[in-house]
């Protein structure tokens, strides 16, 4: 069993060790969708919603997120987030609103899942913040969409070359 990172040769979970890595800069960024009837997302786009700015709101959401992300997932590390931010990209012709989230650090692990997390629940407070005007509302495509450090170095999703927005400066 020794070949899972967080599994120990007699089967116990545990957290991998870390603190043999030098410290790198490390980024993430991961996106996803939201998906709406054209009320709800003319409501949003003009601030219309009873709750609040729902775009703002969501953001300040996701940027938390991220920074508890080692709250919610069990083998996440605690770490020292340098960097978050959240984009959003509406979309009229599909009434979705696409959202990305990067995060960077300067640490001895990656931050895929804080992107992730951020991501997550930046879609899902426009839910809840417009889930009385519909709740049909739909999230998806929920990914990775770049990082970059550590060992395994830089990843991008190939279906993505020269769409991605500006999740995160470099």
Do not use: W
Not at 36 to 59: C, D, H, S, Y
Not at 91 to 110: F, K, L
């Amino acid at each position: 069993m020794s070949e899972f990172t967080h599994i120990d040769k007699e089967g116990r979970v545990r957290m991998v060790d870390v603190s043999h890595k030098e410290p790198t800069e490390r980024v993430a960024i991961a996106r996803g969708i939201i998906s709406m009837n054209p009320e709800t997302f003319e409501k949003i786009r003009n601030q219309r919603v009873k709750k609040g700015n729902v775009l703002e709101t969501a953001r300040i959401a996701g940027i938390m997120a991220a920074k508890k992300t080692s709250e919610l997932i069990p083998m996440c590390h605690p770490l020292n987030i340098t960097h978050v931010r959240i984009n959003f990209f509406p979309d009229d012709a599909t009434n979705s609103i696409r959202m990305e989230a990067g995060v960077r650090i300067i640490g001895q692990t990656g931050v895929e899942m804080e992107a992730l997390t951020a991501v997550s629940v930046t879609a899902l407070t426009i839910y809840d913040m417009c889930k009385s005007y519909d709740r049909e509302m739909t999230i998806s495509d929920i990914c990775l969409v770049e990082k970059t450090g550590g060992k395994s170095g830089k990843f991008k999703r190939t279906e993505d070359r020269g769409q991605r927005g500006q999740g995160i400066d470099h």
